[in-house]
């Protein structure tokens, strides 16, 4: 029976990984001449940074869906502060937060903080048009989008005599 003393003891040794520790030696036992892959595994499942990231790992799906923006329309009231203080350019303050949201990364950064609060991942795409003719008509649309903007609709009609 292997000794299974955590090697940091101020990091918490995971307890899936300590399972899958305490299962080794019947895998090796089953697995002759894997010797090498078995001691690699161990090292492995030893290593502090393993434990660290499944601990941090744990939490953030713990916690995923439980945080939720204060707002999800940052880039509106980031244009309304510069509204309410770009005429008060005399306090040097007030200029370097001017200066901060006129910048295009902090924009694209608020626009990209909107996007993710209203979970709007995919982009928009037109409905499909539905013909009502009676002749079979196969549709093919091929669409060019960058930037949730569709650029280009190309739309080719083929029409098959019964």
């Known amino acids: 029976m292997p000794v299974n003393l955590p090697l940091f003891p101020h990091v918490k040794i995971d307890t899936d990984a300590q399972k899958l520790l305490v299962a080794l030696p019947t895998l090796e036992s089953r697995l002759p001449n894997k010797e090498p892959e ?23 799906r713990a916690h995923q869906g439980s945080k939720r923006p204060a707002a999800d329309f940052a880039v509106s009231q980031a ?14 303050n007030v200029r ?30 037109d409905p499909i048009p539905c013909g009502t003719g009676e002749d079979e008509t196969i549709i093919k649309i091929v669409r060019l989008i960058k930037n949730n ?11 098959f005599e019964k």
């Not at 309410?84 to 005399?90: A, D, F, L, T, V």
């Not at 902090?106 to 709007?120: G, V, W, Y």
């Not at 280009?152 to 009609?157: A, E, L, N």
């Open 79 to 92: 244009a309304d502060v510069y509204c309410e203080i770009r005429y008060r350019i005399e306090d040097p």
């Open 149 to 159: 903007e569709p650029l280009v609709s190309i739309i080719k009609d083929l029409f």
């Open 38 to 60: 078995i001691h690699y595994l161990r090292r492995f499942l030893r290593n502090r940074n393993l434990h660290i990231i499944l601990r941090i790992y744990r939490q953030f």
């Open 96 to 125: 370097e937060l001017l200066g901060i949201l006129s910048k295009p990364h902090m924009q694209a950064l608020l626009f990209s903080h909107d996007k993710i609060a209203c979970e709007d991942y995919e982009p928009r795409i």
